[in-house]
């Protein structure tokens, strides 16, 4: 694979030598069977600049710092993200108690939830914010492999979630079971998991727009 990567790069650069129109060179590589995003990687490595040879852009790159910020920033969204649940599980738990689950512990747990948002969700819009105003400066670090295995795994997370928890309403509506505490809770989990998958949806999306 990557010899053919390289075989695809050193084709192109030859062809924009050569003076060849990038329509011509995207459309011949298309009838040779290269994917749309293989040839559009491989084209956009150049800059459609006014100059005898082809100006390479900037390519991105990893860095411990990189994958340090973002390995801390989605660790924190994890966390945030997991505790808003529980202390709303647990809210809606002193709210319509069930006579058959003790409660014990049950203070304890919110104020656990409590702390872990405090630390955690601040650090999380710190990271946001800082690595918001890099991508700002230097929009080719949208294109950061570790970026964007992170947010890809977020998606399946958030995805495998509303999956589970869609499948979990049905099972009860089918079992006439449902009560208003476990509802509140499938719409607790639904809501978070569809804020997290929707936003960092469209944040990939723009990542798309701006390589």
Same mark, same amino acid.
């Given at each position: 694979?990557?010899?053919?990567?390289?075989?695809?790069?050193?084709?192109?650069?030859?062809?924009?030598?050569?003076?060849?129109?990038?329509?011509?060179?995207?459309?011949?590589?298309?009838?040779?069977?290269?994917?749309?995003?293989?040839?559009?990687?491989?084209?956009?490595?150049?800059?459609? @600049?006014?100059?005898?040879?082809?100006?390479?852009?900037?390519?991105?790159?990893?860095? /411990?710092?990189?994958?340090?910020?973002?390995?801390?920033?989605?660790?924190?969204?994890?966390? *945030?993200?997991?505790?808003?649940?529980?202390?709303?599980?647990?809210?809606?738990?002193?709210?319509?108690?069930?006579?058959?689950?003790?409660?014990?512990?049950? /203070?304890?747990?919110?104020?656990?939830?409590?702390? *872990?948002?405090?630390?955690?969700?601040?650090?999380?819009?710190?990271?946001?914010?800082?690595?918001?105003?890099?991508?700002?400066?230097?929009?080719?670090?949208?294109? *950061? /492999?570790?970026?964007?295995?992170?947010?890809?795994?977020?998606?399946? @997370?958030?995805?495998?979630?509303?999956?589970?928890?869609?499948?979990?309403? @049905?099972?009860?509506?089918?079992?006439?079971?449902?009560?208003?505490?476990?509802?509140?809770?499938?719409?607790?989990?639904?809501?978070?998991?569809?804020? @997290?998958?929707?936003?960092?949806?469209?944040?990939?999306?723009?990542?798309?727009?701006?390589?």
């Amino acid at each position: 694979m990557a010899g053919g990567t390289q075989e695809l790069e050193s084709f192109v650069r030859e062809a924009l030598v050569r003076g060849c129109p990038r329509q011509d060179v995207a459309r011949v590589l298309a009838d040779a069977g290269w994917t749309a995003e293989q040839i559009r990687g491989a084209l956009s490595a150049y800059a459609e @600049v006014a100059f005898p040879v082809p100006v390479p852009r900037p390519r991105p790159y990893l860095s /411990a710092r990189e994958a340090f910020l973002y390995l801390v920033l989605f660790t924190t969204l994890y966390l *945030s993200a997991y505790h808003l649940g529980n202390l709303l599980f647990e809210l809606v738990n002193r709210a319509f108690p069930d006579p058959a689950v003790s409660d014990y512990g049950l /203070a304890q747990r919110i104020r656990w939830s409590v702390a *872990s948002i405090v630390i955690a969700f601040p650090v999380f819009l710190l990271l946001s914010a800082k690595i918001g105003r890099e991508l700002a400066h230097e929009p080719v670090k949208r294109l *950061s /492999a570790v970026r964007r295995w992170l947010t890809y795994l977020t998606l399946f @997370v958030a995805a495998i979630v509303l999956i589970v928890d869609l499948t979990t309403l @049905v099972d009860r509506v089918l079992g006439g079971e449902l009560t208003v505490r476990f509802v509140l809770k499938v719409l607790i989990a639904g809501a978070i998991a569809g804020t @997290v998958f929707g936003y960092y949806l469209r944040d990939l999306r723009r990542d798309e727009r701006t390589a």
